[in-house]
């Protein structure tokens, strides 16, 4: 198949690639800009493995066509895993995912970082029954989710904790 | 989480997270599949469609001609056979002549890519000539003629008699005799990551021809495979190099050798190029390698007072088309028998079926599992017999260590009893468990699981963990270590042990692991051998240097080596306060000794660092502590850096009897676990809902609680799958389910609250007292729930998973009401219906044409329900 050229923005840079029109986003961004963070788990959209956020919004990417998410006048903006760390620092959540036992051999916890960090932009202080329910799409074999649980509470409130800093350093200055 | 109860550590003991965390949740670190070579190409295996067929012709000159094809492997290009076990050489990297199963490795195109080589698949053609087939062990046990593997009458790959003691004996004296017949299902380890290997020969420069092969590939095992393909391949080991990269979980499914690991290596050497491939998902479940459908006939026989007096396991594994590890896991499933509670007298009759279906492997908790669930039901059906508490009837039959079972197992350190104590307390067993209500209740099982294996599966008088040890001027300890980490975590595990043992920081710790090149053998992740063994190895090594540093700090403290302490970067005189490192090293320098900040001059710190505390060293006299790093330059004065070795031999006391497979079973060391587990059980529509498990495992020492904790959770959590979803769902030897959704892996909603105690025996020979954590717990939480199940509704299952269908029956049953036939008019010849959506490869309209002979042509027996 002819390859197009296309452009994407990812984790805030652009890229413009050659790929073939029917390229899913997940094998664009491991093959060809080596984001190779998100993983593939599976052949059915089932596992969570290859979650990204568009847009602030978790979607599966495996099953998504690259040249359908090209940058475009501010829409499409996309983070992958890599993009999550924070000003030269892990994020809190993966701090507390490594302090709290919540990846084992790892191969989840970029789809559960994308997925609980939606979560918390779109609810800072989630329920237990959220938290659960919104962890539903991804699937681990380690964990059995518990000390993921205990790892996303530790960060929301070392999250407050920070917040509770910044805000006073903002009423020093 | 638990808090930690000894401070006599600095680093053992303490919760610490995992080495390699940080590039796991920024998707820096790298798994198989995200390495690529210049120039590499993709592969793809053409899996046979048929379950037992004669291969008449491959005919590949059509994918040949497809643009973008770079080559097509077969059979006859590598036609050495291979197999884990040594008795078992069975397997050919592709199809030498005959197909044994659907989804057999025919054929693999070496494409351009991953799109061209799929389509290259749809134009190999294979003429297959189809022989009858087997699905159901005790029809293949019968068979008489075309066996799948020549050398192997009546499909029977072994078969096992041991009797310990005297089992008719026992019987005779027994109050209470229960017979049974228990069926466990087929279950796999679905590891997140997909199996993927890359492989790629470099041209040596001597010969100018073909040199060097490296294999990265996702293992539990790097030397074993480093050995097969050496065999397959005929090359000596030391042109093959295999590197572990981060691996996405094993579970025992990446613990022998996968055929696309083989595969890619000979296609890379046809290709005459790097070659990756990668299974996806539904590969994954063909290659499978999990925990056979087993078939338990169990008898046990107890006293009044609860004590048993003899049991008698005959267990049918229906293990696949090949023996990977059914020699071995037959051996467990009669072993572990022993080594929990107190059993006089045992008979064992085992055997491993063939049949046409995928291999069956070593899986978490190998071979014991199955075993466990009927026994442990058992159990609890006789103290119902006998009117005792599930509890009190377990504590009656505890072992009294140190002791040798009648199987020959020696067991020394048993926290059982502490185990059973801890859930019972925090469950309220005694006085919840009457008043629950209708439809709930509580059951009671307890698990146990080796330490590694005694004896190895290859026999020799070898090590089975090895690791070294250097320390050079940098003053960074960098430990060379064969253990392969699946993210149970041996890195951090050696990392603390290292760190322990020399005390220093862990961030002076650098593990390098798993790299045949560059560390030394340990025989891999399996059989929860690693903490033990490779942990021992490391701290020997790490002794083996200390040695060295102390001696040479004895003299700069004046006293004597046994006087001189390491914790925490300070090396001290004993009597004296190891004072917080930064302190000490401000003394010795006069500067902020910040690990990474540059100096002045701009040199790194270290440098500056050695100059300053030699220039010291010569300035001073006798001084009551110093700087890890002083100490360290002190020793290496003479000799440059240090290196330090150590390995791990289990001793001949663990190795179990003389009698024939008596080498599996014995370990070092064995763990132990006890459960409680609180279900409802609705009985309209026979679904269990698991409320919790209290699980409490003795794992010897908890060098890391939180991992201790992940593993035993993980494990209770993966027995829960096996007890209420998990399972294959075959129809004349076709997968139907090989999808994460349709095998049904629990999601978040599914899985239930697991609390996890842990309870340390401290073993004798453990490092640091360690034994065994991430295996042990998965037995128990099966026989938990379905005993837990009788509590609530008074039905014993007799047949994993419990799901709906079969809890329903079982209540219809008890009830006297007729069954639903739920799977009524579905057609099960028209399989391509149901799987349309997963892409099957070898049903896309291609159907079954099978021998005359095929199960598929005659009507199966009901299957066996609870009662
Ligand atoms: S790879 Fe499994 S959902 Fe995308
Ligand atoms: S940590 Fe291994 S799959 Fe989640």
């Known amino acids: 198949m002819k390859k197009e050229l296309i452009e994407l923005k990812v984790n805030g840079r652009r890229h413009e690639v ?101 979560l918390l932009q779109r609810n800072p202080e989630p329920s237990d029954e959220d938290i659960r329910h919104s962890l539903s799409g991804n699937l681990c074999r380690c964990t059995g989710y518990t000390q993921m649980y205990q790892a996303i509470k530790a960060a929301i409130l070392a999250e407050q904790k920070g917040m509770a800093r910044g805000n006073e350093r903002t009423e020093e200055e | 989480m638990s808090e930690p109860k000894k401070s006599e550590f600095s680093v053992i003991g303490k919760p610490v997270a995992l080495v390699d965390s940080a590039g796991k949740s920024t998707g820096q670190g790298k798994y198989a599949d995200d390495l690529s070579a210049p120039g590499m190409l993709i592969g793809k295996i053409l899996h046979s469609h048929l379950p037992h067929a004669l291969i ?20 006859k290009d590598a036609p050495n056979t291979y197999g884990i076990l040594p008795v078992g050489h069975d397997e050919t990297a592709l199809a030498v002549g005959k197909v044994r199963y659907v989804g057999d490795n025919v054929a693999c195109v070496v494409a351009e890519s991953e799109s061209i080589a799929e389509a290259a698949l749809e134009l190999i053609d294979v003429e297959y000539e189809p022989l009858p087939a087997w699905f159901d062990p005790e029809d293949s ?314 004896s190895s599966i290859i026999r020799s008088d070898m090590p089975h963990s090895t690791v070294n040890i250097k320390i050079d001027r940098d003053g960074g300890v960098i430990v060379y270590t064969g253990a392969s980490d699946i993210g149970q975590g041996s890195d951090t595990m050696v990392a603390q042990i290292a760190a322990e043992v020399l005390g220093c920081k862990m961030n002076r710790i650098k593990v390098v692991a798993a790299d045949t090149d560059l560390t030394p053998v340990d025989i891999g992740s399996y059989s929860s051998r690693v903490t033990f063994m490779n942990g021992n190895a490391t701290m020997r090594a790490a002794e083996d240097i200390k040695k060295r540093i102390v001696a040479a700090a004895a003299k700069k403290l004046a006293c004597a080596p046994e006087d001189v302490l390491m914790r925490d970067n300070i090396v001290y005189k004993r009597g004296v306060e190891p004072v917080e490192s930064k302190s000490i090293l401000q003394k010795v320098l006069g500067t902020s000794p910040s690990d990474k900040a540059p100096t002045v001059s701009g040199h790194v710190e270290g440098q500056i660092l050695r100059g300053s505390v030699q220039q010291k060293r010569k300035d001073e006299g006798p001084k009551e502590r110093m700087s890890f790093e002083e100490a360290v330059t002190s020793a290496m004065d003479n000799t440059g850096a240090l290196s330090g070795t150590g390995s791990y031999a289990p001793p001949v006391e663990a190795k179990g009897g003389k009698h024939k497979g008596g080498g599996v079973g014995p370990s070092p060391a064995y763990s132990y676990s006890a459960q409680v587990a609180d279900v409802s059980v609705d009985e309209e529509t026979g679904e269990v809902t698991v409320h919790k498990i209290w699980a409490a495992h003795d794992c010897g020492r908890a060098l890391n609680p939180v991992s201790v904790e992940g593993q035993v959770i993980g494990s209770v959590w993966m027995g829960l799958g096996q007890a209420l979803q998990e399972e294959f769902v075959w129809k004349d030897g076709l997968l139907m389910n090989p999808t994460m959704l349709e095998y049904k892996s629990p999601s978040s909603t599914e899985s239930p609250e697991i609390e996890c105690f842990i309870v340390e025996s401290i073993d004798p020979e453990g490092p640091f007292g360690a034994k065994e954590a991430s295996e042990g717990s998965l037995a128990a939480a099966i026989p938990a729930v379905a005993n837990a199940i009788y509590d609530a509704v008074g039905v014993r299952m007799r047949e994993s998973p419990f799901t709906p269908e079969r809890v329903l029956a079982a209540i219809r049953a008890k009830n006297g009401q007729k069954k639903i036939e739920m799977t009524n008019r579905v057609d099960p010849t028209a399989p391509h219906k149901l799987r349309e959506h997963g892409g099957s490869l070898w049903f896309k309209g291609r159907g079954p044409q099978r021998h005359a002979d095929d199960p598929s042509r005659k009507t199966t027996a009901e299957p066996v329900a609870g009662d």
Not at chain 1, 64 to 79: F, K, L, P, R, W
Not at chain 2, 56 to 75: C, H, P, Q, W, Y
Not at chain 2, 394 to 422: A, F, M, W
Request: charged share 20%.
């Open chain 1, 18 to 118: 050659a790929i073939e029109p029917s390229k899913l986003l997940l094998d664009t961004l491991r093959e060809d800009l080596g984001l190779t963070g998100s993983k593939r788990g599976c052949d059915d959209s089932s596992c969570g493995a290859c979650t990204i956020q568009v847009d602030g919004t978790p979607m599966l990417s495996c099953t998504m066509v690259a040249a359908s998410y090209q940058c475009d006048n501010g829409a499409h903006e996309i983070t992958t895993v890599e993009g999550v760390a924070e000003h030269g620092a892990l994020a809190a959540i993966q701090k507390a995912y490594g302090d709290w036992g919540g990846s084992q051999c790892g191969f989840c916890t970029p789809g559960f970082m994308m997925t609980v960090r939606a």
């Open chain 2, 56 to 75: 008449k012709k491959i005919d590949a000159s059509r994918a040949l001609a497809l643009e973008g094809v770079v080559t097509v492997v077969i059979g």
């Open chain 2, 141 to 454: 046990m019968k068979s008489q003629s075309n066996f799948i593997h020549e050398q192997r009458p009546n499909n029977i790959e072994k078969d096992y008699h041991h009797v310990f003691g005297d089992p008719d004996a026992g019987f005779a004296v027994a109050d209470v005799v229960l017979e049974g017949r228990y069926i466990a299902n087929e279950v796999t380890h679905a590891a997140m990551e997909p199996h993927c290997t890359l492989a790629a020969f470099e041209f040596d420069s001597q010969t100018g021809r073909e040199g060097r092969l490296t294999v990265q590939s996702s293992t539990q095992v790097p030397y074993y495979l480093q050995h097969k393909l050496s065999i397959v391949l005929d090359m000596p080991m030391s042109q093959i190099r295999v590197i572990k990269p981060l691996v996405g979980g094993g579970f025992g499914g990446k613990s022998e050798i996968i055929p696309l690991e083989i595969i890619a290596a000979v296609a890379a050497r046809k290709a005459k190029a790097p070659v990756k491939i990668t299974y996806t998902r539904e590969e994954v479940f063909l290659a499978h390698r999990g925990r056979p459908r087993t078939i338990i006939d169990l008898k046990t026989g107890v006293k009044k007072d609860g004590s048993i007096t003899a049991v008698a396991a005959k267990v049918i594994q229906d293990g696949g088309a090949y023996c990977s590890y059914g020699v071995v896991t037959i051996l467990y499933s009669g072993a572990l028998l022993g080594a929990l509670y107190d059993i006089p007298n045992i008979k064992y009759d085992g055997f491993r079926v063939l049949t046409n279906k995928p291999a069956c492997g070593a899986m978490r908790g190998h071979g014991t599992v199955n075993v466990r669930f009927a026994f442990e039901s058992q159990l609890d059906e006789l103290a119902g017999k006998i009117n005792m508490d599930p509890v009190s009837i377990r504590r009656k039959n505890l072992l009294k260590p140190p002791c040798i079972t009648v199987n020959g197992l020696r067991v020394q350190s048993y926290g059982l009893p502490e185990c059973i104590d801890v859930v019972a307390r925090e469950s309220k067993w005694a006085e919840r468990r009457t008043k629950l209500g209708k439809g709930r209740g509580l059951g009671m099982a307890c698990s146990h699981y080796v330490s590694g294996a005694a």
